[in-house]
């Protein structure tokens, strides 16, 4: 059967105090919104309608290219959301609605929860869980013989009775179209909040003699919505903890997993080891046996196998086999690292492909630069690319030895097996097995400081 998916996303989120939609706070590297769509996708959800209001363009800007939005101008209700949604739902399809704020909710217990759906054959069916402090969410009303759904009552309209129940909506439903198209119309805003309550759908299809099912899960972790910076957190860290121990699993050590700080797409091979402060981010693939020191930042990048990270920082780059990088080197993006490659202290590079077997070992600036084959950066070299105007290539073959110091004026060639004598300022290209010396001679004044006796 075709699956639709409503996702809720139009509300503020006032409790966050920002100015960001709640929706696009970001846990795990991607906005709460995109976990939700993610996990939507992996249950073969093929028809993605997300509902806008609260900063509609900003949601929408995020959204991946297959989910469809439609606007909420006003606030009215969860129902009233839907309601927007209608003339795009489908009467034969499946339709699953999620909150936009509830990322945690994972493909696996959607399946179950659509299974459950699809056996009971009901008509709506609601993801349940029991809470020790149930404070804030809407409960679940169940017949005191045959267990059966009655309805959902909001917090705000409950009576003390009815605020002592434990188990409690999950906001996350499946309807068959036909039924949801049904009962939309017949919803009210009478209540506490003046609001059309999605939740009264079910009831109202009890009333109609339709069969409601509720599908009550063990883990209740899962059904955790973000209303408040502190459920951010909370939510930010049970992410974390998944995605350790998923790459722990596959063969991953971390010294320190509740201080490891793994985006949800990134690729890590076995016998890596990671050291406690590191952060890797979206779009990071890294190979096996590495080792990822302490406080390292590595974001959208390529790490090879058996590559060495000291505490430094790589974006959008790529990282040769057996190199060793830091401490405190700086990788910014355009980056292409040869193989065995060492990158040592305070080197900085950018937009620059260093062969194999080259060494920069201390203190460096690597600008737009094209470096060779076993090439020596000493200990101070500047790759000067800019002229205040516009940014100029550096371009060095194999071989290739750059004393200390020595500053390359780009736009500047030197040729494979040429030779820079330290403290070189090279404005012109130097070729092959040339020696480039181009500083002034030393002049010693003899005895100029001799004291007077
Ligand atoms: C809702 C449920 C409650 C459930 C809880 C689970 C209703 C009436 N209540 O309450 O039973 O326990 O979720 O977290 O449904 N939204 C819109 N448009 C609106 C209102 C809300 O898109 O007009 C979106 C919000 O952006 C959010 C989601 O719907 O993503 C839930 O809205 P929220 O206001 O947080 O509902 P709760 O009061 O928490
Ligand atoms: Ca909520």
Not at 11 to 40: D, F, Q, W, Y
Not at 316 to 323: D, P
Not at 404 to 429: C, K, Q, R, W
Request: hydrophobic share 35%; proline share 3%; with cysteine.
């Amino acid at each position: 059967m075709k699956k639709q998916a409503v996702i809720l996303a139009a509300g503020e989120g006032t409790r966050m105090k920002s100015a960001l939609p709640k929706v696009l706070h970001r846990v795990a590297g991607i906005p709460l919104l995109n976990h939700v769509i993610n996990h939507a996708t992996q249950v073969g959800v093929e028809d993605l309608l997300v509902v806008v209001g609260h900063g509609a363009e900003s949601v929408s800007r995020e959204l991946p290219e297959k989910a469809k939005t439609v606007l909420q101008a006003e606030q009215k209700g969860t129902g009233h959301a839907v309601i927007c949604a209608m003339d795009q739902l489908d009467p034969e399809a499946l339709i699953l609605i999620l909150s936009g704020d509830a990322p945690l909710i994972s493909a696996e217990t959607l399946e179950k929860f659509i299974e459950t759906h699809e056996k009971g054959n009901y008509a709506a069916t609601v993801l349940s869980a029991r809470l020790e402090d149930p404070t804030g969410y809407g409960r679940i009303l169940r017949n005191e013989e045959t267990c059966s759904l009655m309805g959902i009552i909001e917090e705000k309209d409950a009576t003390p009775w009815q605020k002592s129940i434990q188990e409690i909506n999950s906001g996350t439903y499946c309807f068959k179209g036909k039924a949801l198209l049904d009962v939309l119309p017949k919803l009210s805003q009478d209540n506490v909040q003046q609001e059309y309550y999605l939740t009264d759908t079910l009831s109202l299809l009890k009333k109609d003699d339709l069969a409601v099912g509720v599908c009550c899960i063990d883990n209740a972790e899962e059904i955790m919505a973000v209303n408040t910076r502190v459920q951010l957190a909370q939510v930010e860290g049970i992410f974390r903890k998944r995605i350790n121990h998923r790459h722990m699993m596959n063969g991953v050590t971390m010294l320190n997993p509740q201080n490891t700080y793994i985006d949800h797409d990134v690729v890590i091979g076995k016998d890596t080891v990671i050291e406690p402060g590191a952060m890797i981010e979206c779009g990071t693939i890294i190979g096996e046996n590495c080792h990822i020191g302490q406080n390292s930042r590595i974001s959208d990048s390529f790490i090879e196998s058996g590559v060495t990270i000291t505490n430094s920082t790589i974006t959008s780059s790529r990282v040769g086999e057996g190199t060793t990088i830091g401490p405190y080197a700086y990788l910014r993006p355009g980056s292409c690292i040869g193989k065995r490659v060492r990158i040592g202290d305070f080197v900085e590079v950018k937009n620059s492909i260093i062969g194999d077997d080259s060494r920069s070992a201390h203190l460096a600036y690597i600008g737009d630069a094209k470096i060779g084959k076993n090439v020596n950066v000493g200990c101070g070299v500047v790759f000067v690319n800019y002229d205040g105007k516009e940014k100029h290539q550096t371009t060095i073959g194999n071989n290739v030895f750059i004393g200390s110091n020595a500053n390359l004026v780009a736009p500047v060639t030197i040729g494979d097996h040429a030779f820079v004598a330290a403290g070189s300022t090279i404005t012109e290209d130097v070729p092959p097995e040339a020696l480039a010396i181009a500083r002034s001679r030393q002049s010693n004044k003899e005895e100029w400081n001799k004291e007077e006796q």
